[in-house]
């Protein structure tokens, strides 16, 4: 069975698939409410940081931290939940 190697993750698609998951964090009242608590940004600041890498890294490294949440994103993304480490990587490099 020939398998298809996925292509090299960039920075671009390291920020969309942590847009993606920033929405996914948005779609439930209670998993914002806590990414918002444990990471002490409140709505505002929200807006004002989402294009920033720095954050994008942030939002990865908190799904990173919930295996559950991770998986659950993962299925829902239809993506390979094993994509998020090195997608955190490429935007905390970016950050730096």
């Known amino acids: 069975m020939n ?3 996925p292509t ?3 920075l671009e ?3 969309a698939l942590a847009l ?3 929405t996914f964090l948005a779609g ?3 998993r914002l409410s806590r990414f918002l608590s444990l ?3 409140g709505p505002a600041e929200l807006r004002e940081t989402a294009a920033t890498s720095q954050f994008q ?3 990865l490294e908190h799904l990173l931290g919930d295996e559950s949440l ?3 994103f993962a299925a829902e993304a239809g993506v390979a939940p094993e994509m998020m480490a090195p997608a955190q990587a490429l935007l905390a490099n970016d950050a730096e």
Do not use: C, E, M
């Open 13 to 15: 698609g390291a920020s």
């Open 39 to 41: 990471t002490g940004i």
């Open 20 to 22: 993606q998951a920033l």
């Open 3 to 5: 398998r298809v190697k």
């Open 70 to 72: 991770l998986l659950v």
């Open 57 to 59: 890294a942030g939002v």
């Open 8 to 10: 090299p993750l960039d």
């Open 28 to 30: 439930d009242t209670a």
